[in-house]
């Protein structure tokens, strides 16, 4: 049984690691849909398609919808207990 579990453990562990063309694959997956999603808010606003001033549109508003989600998520922390062990929550 301790064989098997080991055994297990090393097989998720080797599947979860990407190679390299996976992870750039993904990168440009990732990439795609911020394009498909801010470009053409930022054609609205007047740049042109596929320049830089247009490109760093489509990152600004990636970026502010980053910081919303993270100004989101919880900020405050309150831990109780002793030396060592300690019980934390965050809201």
């Given at each position: 049984?301790?064989?098997?579990?080991?055994?297990?453990?090393?097989?998720?562990?080797?599947?979860?690691?990407?190679?390299?063309?996976?992870?750039?694959?993904?990168?440009?997956?990732?990439?795609?849909?911020?394009?498909?999603?801010?470009?053409?808010?930022c054609?609205?606003?007047?740049?042109?398609?596929?320049?830089d001033?247009?490109?760093?549109?489509?990152?600004?508003?990636?970026?502010?919808?980053?910081?919303?989600?993270?100004?989101?998520?919880?900020?405050?922390?309150?831990?109780?207990?002793?030396?060592?062990?300690?019980?934390?929550?965050?809201?």
């Amino acid at each position: 049984m301790v064989r098997f579990l080991a055994a297990l453990a090393i097989a998720t562990a080797l599947g979860g690691c990407m190679t390299t063309a996976e992870r750039s694959a993904q990168m440009q997956a990732e990439i795609d849909d911020m394009v498909a999603v801010y470009g053409p808010a930022c054609d609205k606003l007047g740049f042109q398609a596929s320049t830089d001033p247009w490109r760093n549109c489509v990152l600004g508003l990636s970026a502010q919808k980053t910081r919303e989600r993270y100004y989101a998520s919880p900020r405050t922390s309150t831990c109780f207990g002793h030396r060592g062990f300690f019980s934390c929550s965050a809201f």
